[in-house]
């Protein structure tokens, strides 16, 4: 799943304040993991490419693992205020 924010600082922002999601660069675990790709896996493209690519500086991408749902919907709430 993937969802955007206003900007990267925003973005920082919510990766700063998880607990349970781990912020990691690969997607596919059983834990649960949160990534922001124009700073990970594409960080490497230009501002140009990003927006070719279809990667705003905004975009959040999740992978849920086996963590209890509640857990999850709970962390991501906390980092979303």
Same mark, same amino acid.
């Given at each position: 799943m993937? @969802? +955007?924010?206003? /900007?990267?600082?925003?973005?920082?922002?919510? *990766? /700063?304040?998880? +607990?349970? @999601? %781990?912020?990691?660069?690969?997607?596919?675990? %059983?834990?649960?993991?949160?990534? $922001? &790709?124009?700073?990970?896996? $594409?960080?490497?493209? %230009?501002? +140009? +490419? *990003? =927006?070719?690519?279809?990667?705003?500086e905004?975009?959040?991408?999740? &992978?849920?693992? *086996?963590e /209890? =749902?509640?857990?999850?919907?709970? /962390?991501? =709430?906390?980092?979303?205020?």
């Amino acid at each position: 799943m993937s @969802f +955007e924010v206003e /900007d990267y600082a925003r973005a920082k922002k919510i *990766l /700063d304040k998880v +607990e349970i @999601f %781990s912020i990691v660069a690969n997607i596919g675990d %059983s834990k649960s993991i949160i990534n $922001h &790709s124009a700073s990970t896996t $594409h960080q490497q493209l %230009s501002k +140009e +490419e *990003l =927006t070719k690519a279809g990667v705003s500086e905004g975009l959040i991408r999740l &992978s849920v693992g *086996l963590e /209890d =749902t509640q857990d999850l919907i709970n /962390d991501l =709430t906390k980092a979303l205020v």
